[in-house]
């Protein structure tokens, strides 16, 4: 994104994170700001910010939907935000549940604690003026031969109704 002109801000829980963000953005000099914050609470002002990015984040949160009003708070008005969620319908799921496998270790380090449904994420993104949702990413190289093999054009129809992620795009 700031390699194409955007003025980024990036927020992170960890100063892990931030650091080695910050790091990489000096090591191929790019601009960028950086800071440890939680998505719950930003410390920005209202109407701060043209776009709001999370991919793969949001559904980690102790309060998914506060993150998503906060991010409805520092957007300017017409700003957008750029959000995926785990969706609950999906084949992944389906095939976690009929095989027993959990999506992660007892003592994860970062676990899927969230799914939504299509509904549930139209409810999230309420106080936006408009909201489009799609689905993609039917599932991964951890299915094997089975990723391997699916025809890209079943892979992507099929993302398309059964996908792991929620895509969402909302205004303000």
């Known amino acids: 994104m700031a390699r194409h ?18 790091q990489r953005f000096a090591r191929n000099a790019v601009a960028g700001r950086f800071a440890v914050a939680d998505a719950g609470h930003l410390p920005f ?20 939907a506060l993150t998503i009003r906060e991010a409805h708070r520092v ?22 549940r009929l095989v027993r496998v959990p999506f992660e270790e007892k003592d994860a380090l970062c676990p899927v604690v969230r799914r939504y449904t299509i509904a549930e994420i139209h409810d999230l993104f ?11 990413h039917l599932f991964g190289e951890g299915y094997g031969p089975l990723y391997r093999l699916t025809p890209r054009w079943l892979y992507t129809l099929l993302s398309r109704r059964l996908g792991w992620h929620i895509m969402i795009s909302a205004k303000k």
């Open 5 to 22: 002109g955007l003025d980024v801000t990036a927020i992170d829980l960890t100063q892990v994170a931030a650091l080695t963000a910050s």
């Open 45 to 64: 002002a209202d109407n701060q910010f043209d776009y709001v990015y999370s991919f793969g984040v949001l559904h980690h949160a102790a309060d998914t």
């Open 75 to 96: 957007l300017k008005p017409g700003g957008e935000a750029r959000i995926m969620l785990y969706h609950r319908r999906s084949l992944n799921e389906l095939v976690h």
């Open 126 to 136: 309420r106080d936006f003026r408009t909201v489009h949702v799609h689905l993609d």
